[in-house]
Nanobody, 124 residues
């Protein structure tokens, strides 16, 4: 069983940067594919980025490519999402997710472990 806890959300202005963290406990993180999703009010949960346990990364090309970077520190059982040049449309609750030894995926249905979410609000 893996428990995930996000942190780092907050209120920022458009153009600012923010780094989200997701700390895992209960199991070694090393063999898990991890991902970030977000959900804006009234909208479906949206894929942001994923990082497979073998090292390959995938991004939502349309919305965050070139601005967001996903990374991990297995020694700390922690994953990160560095968000630069934030836009108002990046506002939402950001969730980290993990699943053991699976290929990288953009579907929330493929991840069995989730954090509680952290709010990111970008003002204009």
């Amino acid at each position: 069983q893996v428990q995930l806890v996000e942190s780092g959300g907050g209120l920022v202005q458009a153009g600012d940067s923010l780094r989200l963290s997701c700390k895992a406990s209960g199991h070694s993180f090393r063999s898990y594919t991890v991902a970030w999703f977000r959900q804006a009010p009234g909208k479906k949960r949206e894929f942001v980025a994923s990082l497979s346990w073998t090292g390959g990364s995938t991004y939502n090309e349309d919305s965050v490519k070139g601005r967001f970077t996903i990374s991990r520190e297995n020694s700390k059982n922690t994953m990160y999402l560095q968000m630069n040049s934030l836009k108002v449309e990046d506002t939402g609750v950001y969730y980290c997710a993990a699943q053991a030894r699976r290929p990288s995926s953009t579907s929330p249905d493929d991840f069995g472990y989730w954090g509680q979410g952290t709010q990111v609000t970008v003002s204009s």
